[in-house]
């Protein structure tokens, strides 16, 4: 069964450095997202994009963020200049055409120290 | 917002009874989605219901949707070790999903 998948499952950075993590969607789907869950809270929605721009966006997702599809399989997302509070799970979903279903990756987890 | 928001946050039933957990959230929708996370995963789609049907069957789950409360419940019956993990509500539009805060279900053999 096709699977959406991330790397690396473990990310440590120093503040103040740049990360980029990577997810490779499934393949036919079209539609792309990142969420992030700080430990002990709730999913929170970052950023949607779809024909190669963003669709949506939330307030977490400042000048810091950006997102790319640099290949027609990997999506990825950079935070240019990491905080402490940047810390969290941090997954990648992707659905396909004419549909809600959202499939998620197993996640990233980033610590920032 | 269309948040959800799960109650209780969390349900400890033994194997083999069954397990309901609730979702409200504030805005019109057209659909809800259930999610499934088991600990340091993904989340893993369960079940989605439309704003125009009142309830929905996947094997052991069951969704109902009341939209005039704007409310949704899940049922796991006969629950299993293998069910202990968090569920969450999702709704929201084609570019975005509003998750609520969850309810963590444990499973006791």
């Not at chain 2, 259930?34 to 052991?60: A, D, F, M, P, T």
């Not at chain 2, 293998?82 to 539009?93: I, M, R």
Request: proline share 3%.
């Amino acid at each position: 069964e096709p699977e959406v998948t991330q790397t690396p499952s473990h990310q440590v950075t120093q503040m103040g450095q740049e990360v980029i993590l990577r997810c490779v969607p499934i393949s036919n789907h079209l539609y792309f997202y990142w969420y992030r869950q700080i430990l002990g809270q709730k999913v929170e929605f970052l950023v949607s994009f779809y024909n190669n721009e963003i669709s949506e966006k939330s307030e977490i997702f400042d000048d810091q963020f950006s997102v790319e599809r640099p290949d027609g399989s990997n999506f990825t997302l950079k935070i240019r200049s990491t905080k402490l509070e940047d810390s969290a799970m941090y997954f990648c979903a992707s659905t396909g055409l004419a549909s809600y279903e959202q499939y998620f990756g197993p996640g990233t987890r980033l610590t920032v120290t | 917002s269309q948040q959800g928001e799960e109650d209780p946050q969390a349900l400890s039933i033994q194997e083999g009874e069954n397990a309901t957990m609730n979702c409200s959230y504030k805005t019109s929708i057209n659909n809800l989605q259930w999610y499934r996370q088991n600990s340091g995963r993904g989340l893993v789609h369960l079940i989605l219901i439309r704003s125009n049907e009142r309830e929905k069957h996947s094997g052991r789950l069951r969704v109902t949707l009341d939209t005039s409360k704007k409310s949704s419940s899940l049922l796991i019956t006969a629950s299993r070790a293998a069910d202990t993990a968090s569920y969450f509500c999702a709704t929201g539009g084609d570019y975005k999903l509003s998750f609520g805060a969850g309810t963590t279900v444990t499973v006791r053999a």
